[in-house]
């Protein structure tokens, strides 16, 4: 099938590039970037680019979660680290010296070429059949059936998070 | 394949999910900074995260599985950032800086 | 070309223009109640009445140099303004403005909105801190802990409309209140008696967050003029400032007509006659003037006192609001 | 920020409010320490407006300086006017003719109003609120019109002149003046409703800035900020000057110590003033409103002479030391509000700069007569 | 927890109180004065910058150049010149200067004058963009207003 640019689906594809384009080039910003809240701003745009990836993968919802999470709350988070704990401007994400900095290139490289041609040269096998369409309603059901325990688990550990991070942030402070 | 066509393979996706785990794991190795390292993690998350919504999508028999271990990578992520948010805080309180190798120096 | 594709660039077209006129009109609008609210009359020398005032405003603006302060992360300085303004325009899209007059009907359309919304507080963020400015970095942080604190009772209400109407579609909800006022979520007298207490209690704490969400007075802590000068666009001129200002207004219209959505029926006209875009730009903008009203009467609150009636009464409050609500989707 | 960065052994930051900024009401600077959103250190720089009026005071002739008076607090212009001609006729001896002193209490109350309301309006412009201060300037407005057809100017009077006035009120005056204390009395319920219960406003006063008694007289503080911390103390009532004794008033007093103390405190005065307004205009003297034989060239006696004023901020002190000349030898003047604003070194520390605007508020700074 | 809900009940109430006042007033007539469409009138007394006053009989000034009000004036802004001319009883003005960029408007000068040679004018409308616009020449001012 070969869409033309100018049809829906031809304009579809086009958002997807787009879409990949923002995930990679925020990616590089995010793990490159001289200063570290640009590097925060390289990732908020990596994870649009991803959450553009999932709807495309006929899962809105968790594109939305992925945005409402990850920029609204991550990414947040991080800029107020930056805040708090300023590196020092000369060196505001501070890299190892270019030996390690060589090195750490060439194994991930030699990381990412190996996914990606194993992705490539796999034969996937597709499911012979599907038992649901993947939709919120399905998606809230296995939540609260299947995955019931996983989830009290979950928001076990959120809650352990957040009373840890409350006594890790109080603990050093001066005064109240 | 029409590279308008892109969205419909699922090698598209596993690519980009291991461009994204390739470029979390060489943040993490060359940064040197707690936030740098942790926005690194954020990133092999991502890609872990692409590659389980991509299977779900084109091979999972249950196509919510991939959806729910994503969102619980999220949950888990969120738990991850505040906590290493107070990490660094208290790092930086107690060395006044973030930089793991001045951290280490100091012994602490 | 394609129909479709002609489709989505009217749409897109329509929503840009939509946000700067509306943005232009609330502008005018805020300026002649504060003034007639002080016993002046605001603008009127612009065209009749000074409509064009805002018009004759943004030519200014435009006209203006952008003056990036020393020290600024220019990059981020520049790009953080229209990451105020772009999810605001993306919000746009899934708003129903009637039955047919919707850019997209999205099945997880409320979601669509928060998720997006979220992105605004980030902008704020960077723009108050590229701006290399001690007031702006503090404004940043205020807006914030506002945003966040106020995000989690206006999504339990959001979650009670959701669980009384069973559908997240902003057009499934309004459909859903067809038929007269008594009909409409905030009162639902035809639908399910137990709820006329609960729901004007989640209108309420939904509309306080939504003010505080889109930092307006009392809970403008962010441009807090007294303390922090202007906030987090402080070092902002020309049309930076006007796009976090367009921004503020195209996100006060967002908050106001989701409130009428989910709570006030809509396009729904209130006695079941005619219903259609008219009436949802009537409620939309009486709940903008019922914004600007309080804005001008009130002083502003403390940045102590404002997440103290987060935490302290709309979080619990909603909280029992909610639970109560389930129950009484039981019950009733 | 680069403070942040750069100083690795505090997490304090600098923050100038000041001398541009929209909480200081003028050119005043504060330098201020801040650990995140709460103070360490506040200090006030002075200076920005300094205009050596003490300094001016002895290179002209006495009648000269008296429109120096109205410029260093022109919000309470009259009060000013009034001590220092109060302070020149001691030291020359000149008796006022009663009707003059009867105009002159009146026409000083009148401005004591305004400048409360003017204050209230700016005050909450401070809170966030914009519309009180409309509302007040619409009533001030009114006393401005009064005040403008009598002395000619609005703001900077320069109305009272050694031994009398400069010139006497008429009968629409009197008839303003009626109607206006009618109207004022009508709108104070209306500022109690819009503003003072407002649950905002008092989350924000109470509470906030206590100063008590003790600290307000080692710092020599007058005015309603004392008043607001329990001192009764009143110039008009402690040392009675003019004709103060013959009307009936009372000094509100509020023990609480906080913003909202000084807030009533000056809310209370308005409706004794109008008390006094009204006593003044029904019981108003005839006869002439300037004592004769007043000199031209006035040269008052070897001396050291002091008197002082209950302004609208405090007391306000002249000095005036004379050799004997047409020229003051010395004039030192004891502004309130210097010593008022001394006190934010040490109330600002340790609150929330929201805190401190509502404190620097409450205590009614006029710069010019800080600086002088 | 009656004290609880009694804050959250009387807060609400001081706040639906304080939008009643506003929405009171926003129904009411505007009290500000149109300022260009409506010129204020000034008061008798209004204090302006000083004006040479016509002399009713012969249209000259009542000025006897005795200066008084250049040594009263606190500022010294005023300049006042005079010459003797031939068959005239004291000294005839020449030059009437007024610094207004210095001046207070205290009216000091005014009061100095035993002619009463100079009264106030009702200017209020001053606006200028050179410092050179504001030192008057009341001498001509006076001549101009004559024609």
Redesign the interface.
């Known amino acids: 099938?070969?869409?033309p640019?100018s049809s829906a689906?031809?304009l579809?594809?086009?958002v997807?590039?787009v879409m990949?384009a923002a995930?990679?080039f925020g990616?590089?910003i995010?793990?490159n970037a001289e200063r570290?809240i640009r590097?925060?701003a390289g990732?908020a745009l990596?994870?649009v680019g991803?959450a553009g990836?999932?709807y495309?993968?006929?899962?809105p919802?968790?594109a939305l979660?992925?945005l409402l999470?990850?920029v609204g709350?991550?990414c947040v988070?991080?800029v107020?680290?930056?805040m708090?704990?300023e590196?020092?401007p000369e060196?505001q994400?501070?890299?190892?010296n270019a030996i390690?900095?060589g090195?750490?290139?060439l194994?991930?490289?030699l990381?990412?070429w190996g996914?990606?041609a194993l992705?490539?040269g796999a034969a996937?096998?597709?499911?012979?059949?599907?038992?649901?369409?993947?939709s919120m309603r399905?998606?809230g059901?296995?939540?609260l059936t299947t995955?019931s325990m996983?989830f009290e688990l979950?928001s076990v550990?959120?809650l352990?998070?957040?009373i840890?991070?409350?006594?890790?942030?109080r603990?050093?402070r001066s005064k109240a | 394949m029409?590279?308008?066509?892109?969205?419909n393979h699922?090698?598209?996706?596993?690519?980009?999910?291991?461009?994204?785990?390739?470029?979390?794991?060489?943040?993490l190795?060359?940064?040197?900074?707690l936030?740098?390292m942790?926005?690194?993690a954020?990133?092999i998350l991502?890609g872990a995260?692409?590659n389980f919504?991509?299977f779900?999508?084109?091979?999972?028999?249950?196509?919510?599985?991939g959806?729910?271990f994503?969102?619980?990578i999220?949950?888990?992520?969120?738990?991850?950032?505040?906590?290493?948010?107070?990490?660094?805080?208290?790092?930086?309180?107690?060395y006044?800086?973030?930089?793991v190798?001045d951290v280490a120096d100091l012994e602490g | 070309m394609n129909p479709e594709i002609v489709r989505v660039l009217g749409y897109i077209v329509a929503i840009i223009a939509f946000v700067a006129l509306n943005a232009a009109m609330l502008v005018w609008m805020e300026r002649k109640v504060a003034g007639h609210i002080q016993r002046r009359i605001g603008p009127k020398e612009v065209g009749p009445f000074g409509l064009l005032q805002s018009f004759a405003d943004g030519i200014k603006l435009m006209t203006k140099q952008l003056i990036v302060p020393e020290g600024a992360d220019v990059p981020l300085f520049k790009v953080a303004p229209m990451l105020v303004m772009i999810p605001a325009v993306m919000c746009f899209v899934t708003i129903p403005f009637s039955e047919q007059l919707a850019a997209r009907n999205i099945n997880v359309g409320l979601l669509l909105i928060f998720a997006i919304a979220s992105i605004n507080v980030f902008a704020l963020l960077l723009g108050g801190w590229a701006s290399h400015n001690k007031y702006a970095v503090i404004s940043a942080a205020r807006a914030v802990s506002q945003n966040v604190a106020y995000e989690i009772p206006m999504l339990i209400t959001a979650i009670t409309v959701v669980m009384f109407t069973g559908t997240m579609n902003l057009n499934e909800i309004v459909m859903g209140q067809a038929g007269g006022f008594w009909h409409w979520n905030i009162l639902p007298i035809a639908k399910n008696i137990g709820m006329v207490v609960l729901m004007p209690v989640s209108f309420l704490i939904f509309f306080i967050c939504s003010m505080a969400e889109t930092n307006r007075a009392p809970f403008d802590l962010g441009e807090a003029e007294s303390e922090l000068v202007a906030g987090f666009h402080t070092e902002y001129s020309g049309m930076g400032f006007g796009l976090f200002f367009l921004g503020e207004y195209a996100n006060v219209f967002i908050g106001c007509s989701l409130a009428v959505i989910l709570f006030l029926g809509g396009w729904q006209c209130p006695f079941g006659l005619f219903p259609g875009v008219h009436w949802f730009l009537l409620k939309v903008y009486f709940l903008i003037f019922v914004v600007m009203w309080a804005r001008w009467t009130f002083p502003r609150t403390t940045f102590y006192g404002l997440l103290n009636l987060s935490w302290k009464i709309l979080i619990p409050v909603s909280l029992f609001n909610l639970v109560l609500t389930g129950a009484f989707i039981k019950v009733f | 920020m680069i403070e942040l960065a750069s100083d690795?052994q505090k997490e304090t930051f600098v923050l100038n409010m000041g001398p541009q900024h929209p909480a200081t009401h003028g050119v005043l600077r504060v330098k201020l320490v801040m650990d995140g959103e709460y103070i360490v250190e506040a200090e006030p720089v002075l200076g920005y407006i300094h205009r050596m009026h003490e300094k001016m005071g002895e290179n002209r002739n006495w009648a000269q300086f008296m429109p120096n008076t109205g410029r260093l607090d022109y919000l309470g212009a009259l009060s000013y006017n009034h001590g220092y001609a109060a302070a020149v006729e001691r030291a020359a001896g000149i008796e006022v003719p009663e009707r003059a002193e009867y105009i002159r209490v009146l026409t000083v109350e009148l401005n004591r109003i305004s400048s409360h309301l003017l204050w209230m309006g700016a005050y909450l412009l401070d809170l966030g609120g914009f519309t009180p201060l409309l509302y007040a300037f619409d009533d001030r407005e009114k006393i401005l019109d009064m005040l403008e057809r009598v002395t000619g100017s609005r703001l900077t009077y320069c109305y009272f002149r050694f031994g009398g006035l400069y010139n006497d009120v008429d009968e629409q005056f009197i008839g303003e003046v009626k109607a206006f204390v009618a109207r004022m009395r009508s709108r104070l319920p209306m500022y109690h409703t819009l503003v003072t219960k407002n649950v905002i406003l008092m989350e924000r006063l109470k509470g906030i800035g206590i100063i008590d008694a003790d600290m307000c007289r080692r710092y020599g503080v007058t005015g309603p900020v004392a008043r607001g911390s329990g001192i009764n103390f009143d110039v008009r009532k402690n040392e009675p000057y003019s004709v103060y004794p013959e009307f009936d008033f009372d000094v509100p007093v509020y023990s609480e110590g906080d913003s909202m103390a000084r807030y009533m405190v000056r809310m209370d005065e308005i409706e004794q003033s109008l008390r006094i307004v009204e006593q003044a205009v029904n019981r108003l003297p005839e006869g002439p409103v300037m004592a004769e034989k007043v000199p031209k060239v006035l040269k008052p006696p070897k001396g050291d002479y002091y008197h002082a004023v209950e302004a609208a901020r405090g007391s306000f002190g002249v000095r005036v030391v004379s050799d004997g000349t047409n020229t003051p030898y010395r004039l030192k003047l004891r502004s309130p509000t210097f010593s008022n604003l001394s006190l934010l070194a040490e109330v600002a520390r340790g609150v929330t700069v929201a805190d401190a605007v509502a404190f620097m508020g409450s205590l009614d700074l006029v710069i010019p007569e800080i600086d002088r | 927890m009656g004290g609880y809900f009694k804050e959250i009940f009387d807060g609400a109430h001081s706040l639906v109180a304080g939008m009643g006042v506003t929405l009171k007033y926003l129904f009411q007539p505007v009290v500000t004065e149109q300022y260009p469409h409506v010129a204020p009138t000034m008061p008798d007394r209004f204090r302006g910058h000083i004006e040479l006053v016509a002399n009713p009989e012969t249209g000259g000034t009542l000025c006897i150049v005795c200066g008084m009000c250049q040594k009263a004036c606190p500022s010294g802004c005023i300049t006042v010149a005079g010459e003797k001319v031939e068959g005239v009883k004291g000294k005839v003005l020449t030059k009437y200067e007024l610094d207004f960029t210095k001046c207070s408007l205290c009216g000091i000068c005014v009061e100095s004058c035993n002619p009463g040679a100079i009264t106030f004018s009702k200017d209020y409308n001053l606006a200028g963009l050179r410092k050179e616009a504001f030192i008057y020449d009341l001498k001509k001012r006076l001549e101009e207003r004559k024609r």
Request: hydrophobic content about 55%; charged content about 10%.
């Open positions: 099938m070969n869409p640019i689906e031809g579809a594809g086009l997807f590039l990949l995930t990679g990616a590089l995010a793990v570290t590097a925060v990732l990596c994870f991803v990836i999932y495309f993968l006929q899962s919802f968790v979660m992925e999470i990850y709350a991550v988070v991080l107020f680290a930056v708090l704990a590196p020092r060196q994400v501070g890299k190892r390690v900095g090195l750490s290139f194994s991930a490289s990381l990412t996914l990606v992705a490539n996937w096998c597709k499911a012979p059949m599907r038992i649901n369409e993947g399905d998606l059901q296995s939540l995955y996983v979950v550990v959120l352990v998070a957040i840890g991070s409350l006594v890790l942030g603990a050093g | 029409n590279i308008l066509d892109l969205s699922l090698q598209t996706y596993l690519t980009i999910g291991a461009f994204l785990f390739g470029i979390g794991f060489y943040g190795l060359q940064r040197q900074t936030i740098g942790l926005i690194s954020e990133l991502a995260s692409v919504m991509a779900n999508r084109f091979l999972a028999p249950d196509p919510t599985v959806q729910i994503t969102l619980f999220m949950a888990i992520a969120a738990a991850e950032a505040s906590i290493a948010l107070s990490i660094v805080i208290a790092v930086y309180r107690n006044k800086t973030i930089d190798v | 690795k």
